[in-house]
């Protein structure tokens, strides 16, 4: 019996090799796999020993070759396959072990060159990896260092007898589900690694192509999804740096599904913004949001946008969490807390609540940070993110009053706040704070109802955002009614003139942006 073994990453290798040997396979393997099996004291033939052709062009060309992957290959049941392997000197290969060149890793670097990139693009391994898992009745094929110990022990209880149970006495160590499942793991292994090759070679260009594969790599189980009966893990994508996926957590409970959900939502609202923001955020539509230099003012705005619906919500930041803003916070419970780092003394106070999460978090980037993916029925759905970069003073004004400076700024605000809200939204904003928003209603005059009704008085003298046109003007009506002196939407309804006139009619500032903002 014989293993191959041919691994970049040695962790736990000479350990399986070593059970592996006592199992009685011959242990044959490349060049750095081989002097680290020798430095562990054990007896192992070079691949250039067994195929009699030495490895060539800096290592490229080890594996390669029919005495390598006829062994692989080879049917046991079929007498021509064992005959042509007689006839051609080549011994069957009954375990390979294996895995990949570092090509994320030296990709994630800063500074990586091209030709770096290329050089760690592993050919022989996958070839030999794919081999083996095709052939996995007969062979074993072992890619993750996380199944070396059981499969040592159940190689050992067998007596290392590799092969699937043909009728004979003895019982096969590894069942043929148990192949199967290593052999899809294997191809699995490969396909993700093919992935970060090509989304690194497309230079972030996903849509242009006919084929589209997107790699995850499984962060952990959890407890369950968005309800308790539906099965849920986190993973993360491998050439993608920060994000809520990747987020530091510093003290608190462990994460659900919606947590998570709410906390990228809640991260990613706070992110749009270059001045300092807070959002507080529930069922995944921020409830409170403002900017403002001092951030303990801006938080309190933002908390008091709607006090009732913050209770139990999410609260992030995009800058640095002061003292005196975690001294703010006191006797409002939230779920999670998140900011890119904390002032010295924060987390002293953050600490004294139990069960809320503490996340530190960096800005996401990578290949899949440009893209929307949502699947659907037979497939999914793939756009480009919503992160176009506006001017409001490229903005047309339609009606006969202007908007005043003041005006514009909170403007610009509601309008950048609603692309992070569920639509048909609509946005209230004064001094650059969400003071009522409605989010995801059929009918764009219920979202103005309740916009309104959140904000009760304070509507009075805010502005007003919508994330699509207004098709009727009995949403401008309803604003007037509720005191809105500005509003900002993109424009283009067959009724665009009747809103108009109804703007002009309350005196009411209007801009067409025109760009729509929906957000399903």
């Known amino acids: 019996m014989k293993a191959l073994l041919s691994a970049y990453d040695k962790t736990g290798l000479p350990e399986f090799a070593a059970v592996l040997s006592q199992c009685g396979f011959e242990l044959v393997s490349t060049g750095g796999t081989a002097a680290a099996m020798a430095d562990a ?8 020993d067994l195929t009699g052709f030495p490895e060539i062009l800096d290592g490229r060309l080890k594996t390669l070759h029919p005495a390598i992957h006829g062994g692989i290959l080879a049917r046991r049941d079929l007498a021509g396959h064992t005959e042509q392997l007689q006839q051609h000197g080549i011994a069957p290969i009954d375990i390979v072990v294996g895995n990949l060149y570092p090509f994320v890793e030296t990709v994630s670097r800063n500074g990586v060159t091209l030709q770096d990139a290329l050089e760690n693009i592993d050919i022989g391994g996958p070839t030999m990896i794919r081999a ?34 043909q009728g004979g006495d003895k019982a096969p160590a590894l069942s043929l589900g148990d192949r199967k499942a290593l052999a899809r793991k294997a191809f699995q292994h490969v396909a993700l690694y093919d992935t970060a090759v090509s989304q690194y070679l497309g230079d972030g260009d996903a849509l242009s192509q006919e084929e589209l594969t997107l790699g995850f790599n499984r962060v952990n189980e959890l407890r369950y999804g968005e309800n308790p009966h539906q099965k849920a893990a986190l993973y993360t994508t491998p050439l993608t740096s920060g994000g809520i996926v990747r987020a530091e957590r510093l003290h608190g409970i462990d994460m659900s599904f919606t947590n998570i959900l709410d ?34 003012t801006a938080y309190q705005r933002a908390f008091e946008g709607d006090s009732v619906s913050a ?16 001294e703010a916070m006191h006797g409002v419970l939230y779920d999670i807390i998140i900011a ?38 037979g497939g999914a759905l793939v756009q480009t993110v919503d992160d176009l970069l506006e001017d409001p003073s490229s903005w047309k004004v339609v009606t006969s009053r202007k908007p005043s400076e003041v005006e514009l700024a909170d ?10 809200i569920k639509s048909n939204t609509i946005v209230l904003a004064k001094d650059r704070t969400l003071v009522g928003m409605g989010a995801g209603q059929p ?4 979202s103005v109802h309740l916009a309104l009704r959140i904000a009760g008085d304070k509507a009075k003298g805010s502005v007003l955002a919508s994330d699509a046109f207004f098709p009727f003007a009995d949403n401008v009506e309803m604003a007037a009614q509720g005191g809105i002196t500005a509003i900002a939407q993109p424009g283009g309804s067959i009724r665009d003139n009747e809103v ?16 729509r903002h929906f957000k399903h």
């Open 41 to 48: 004291g054990l007896s192992v033939q070079q691949v250039a």
């Open 132 to 165: 083996a898992a095709k052939n996995f009745p007969d062979v074993i094929v072992v890619v993750d260092p996380a199944d070396y110990g059981w499969i040592g022990e159940r190689l050992s209880q067998g007596a290392g007898h590799p092969g699937v149970d």
């Open 263 to 296: 906390a990228d939502a809640a991260w990613k609202a706070v992110s749009d913004f270059a001045d300092a923001a807070v959002a507080v955020v529930k069922h995944t539509n921020p409830c409170g949001l403002a900017v403002h230099e001092d951030q303990p």
């Open 311 to 326: 209770y139990g919500g999410i609260v992030a930041f995009n800058r640095e969490l002061t003292v005196a803003t975690a």
């Open 340 to 377: 890119p780092s904390y002032e010295a003394g924060v987390m002293d106070i953050l600490r004294k609540r139990r069960r809320t999460r503490v996340l530190r978090i960096d800005p996401a980037s990578g290949p899949q940070e440009g893209l929307d993916v949502r699947l659907v029925s």
């Open 411 to 420: 403007l610009a605000f509601a309008w950048r706040a609603a692309k992070h």
């Open 443 to 446: 009918n764009r005059v219920v």
């Open 500 to 515: 108009i006139a109804g703007a002009d009619k309350h005196r009411i500032a209007m801009v067409f942006t025109g760009v």
